[in-house]
Nanobody, 119 residues
Framework: QVQLVESGGGLVQPGGSLRLSCAAS????????MNWHRQAPGKERELVAA????????DYTDSVKGRFTISRDNAKNMVYLQMNSLKPEDTAVYYC????????????WGQGTQVTVSS
């Protein structure tokens, strides 16, 4: 079955960096775009970054542009989110996600990893 397992979250001071990883299995990873979402306390889940199947195209929500970088390694079935210049408002649970259509829509999520930015 499809599994998405995030890691790399933690507590970091403002201005610091973290690198999130997502290990994917159970589907043809290199065929599909991958996404990172986040959900802060009391807020709706939001799409943070997306990357195409080949990694040639990326997109970011405005609040993280220039600070976050999404990447993938199709040989290892991994997707990453490099987060630099972190701010307290980046505090959230971060989720790895894949959504694709194969006869019907499939939408899979990891369990999430907590990122806390605080001094």
């Amino acid at each position: 079955q499809v599994q998405l397992v995030e890691s790399g979250g933690g507590l970091v001071q403002p201005g610091g960096s973290l690198r999130l990883s997502c290990a994917a299995s159970g589907f043809h990873f290199s065929s599909y775009a991958m996404n990172w979402h986040r959900q802060a306390p009391g807020k709706e889940r939001e799409l943070v970054a997306a990357i195409s199947s080949t990694g040639g195209s990326t997109d970011y929500t405005d609040s993280v542009k220039g600070r976050f970088t999404i990447s993938r390694d199709n040989a290892k079935n991994m997707v990453y989110l490099q987060m630099n210049s972190l701010k307290p408002e980046d505090t959230a649970v971060y989720y790895c996600n894949v959504k694709y259509r194969a006869l019907r829509w499939y939408d899979y999520w990891g369990q999430g990893t907590q990122v806390t930015v605080s001094s």
